[in-house]
């Protein structure tokens, strides 16, 4: 069964425009949740991350909002670039725990 | 800098045949993995460890062995290679259990004919 679940699979947007890119969990005991970015044949590399006593994090044009009550978090690409072109997974993990569950990501691509 | 690289970086194998895919990590971190990546299913746990000559079942481990000889090395084993196995495959080290930043190697492209 999918523990983490993103959406949409592929998203599309205009060069300058925000992105969303969407992740749900079931598991309550999460508490941290990466995000990686990886280009075509190259692995995965973290982009951003928060733990669950955080609402939001921010760095520079990347931002996560995360809604505990509903076990929703949410990726928001300001000012899309065409180098942000990529796909994106959404992790989980118990910060004690042993191993990340990963989504089966959202490709994303921004047209000049 | 962080480094996992890996060996081969393509391979192609015959059904039924044995394969070994190598990792080697600098990053002198105690958790490595082994994932495989297919089309809509992300990123999927094989197998892990935490200490060297000891390793974990991750959530689908049939059909793959994995060996950690040392703590730099973590091998994925498959012993008698299935066409349902052509894949992606990715290692990946941590410093520390599951709340902290894995590091990712290039990743395998094995095709099994």
């Known amino acids: 069964q999918q523990q983490v679940r993103q959406s949409p699979q592929s998203l599309t947007v205009w060069e300058g425009e925000t992105a969303i890119l969407n992740c749900s969990y079931e598991?309550?005991?999460?508490?941290?949740f990466p995000w990686y970015q990886q280009f075509p044949g190259e692995g995965p590399a973290l982009l951003i991350s928060i733990r669950s006593v955080s609402d939001k994090k921010e760095d520079g044009r990347f931002t996560i909002f995360f809604n505990k009550r509903e076990k929703k978090l949410s990726l928001h690409i300001t000012d899309s670039q065409p180098g942000d072109s990529a796909t994106y997974f959404c992790?989980?993990?118990?910060?004690?725990?042993?191993?990340?569950?990963f989504g089966t990501g959202t490709k994303l691509q921004v047209v000049p | 800098e962080a480094a996992v690289t890996q060996s081969p970086r393509s391979k192609v194998a015959v059904t039924g045949g044995k394969v070994t895919l190598s990792c080697h990590q600098t990053n002198n971190h105690d958790y490595m993995y082994w994932y495989r990546q297919d089309t809509g299913h992300g990123l999927r746990l094989i197998h892990y460890s935490y200490v060297a000559d000891s390793t974990e079942k991750g959530d689908i481990p049939d059909g793959y062995k994995a060996s950690r000889p040392s703590q730099e090395n973590f091998s994925l084993i498959l012993e008698l290679a299935s066409l349902s196995q052509t894949a992606v495959y990715f290692c990946a080290s941590s410093d520390t259990r599951g709340g902290s930043e894995q590091y990712f190697g290039p990743g395998t492209r094995l095709t099994v004919l």
């Open positions: 992790a989980a993990s118990v910060g004690s725990g042993t191993y990340q569950r």
């Open positions: 598991d309550s005991t999460f508490n941290y």
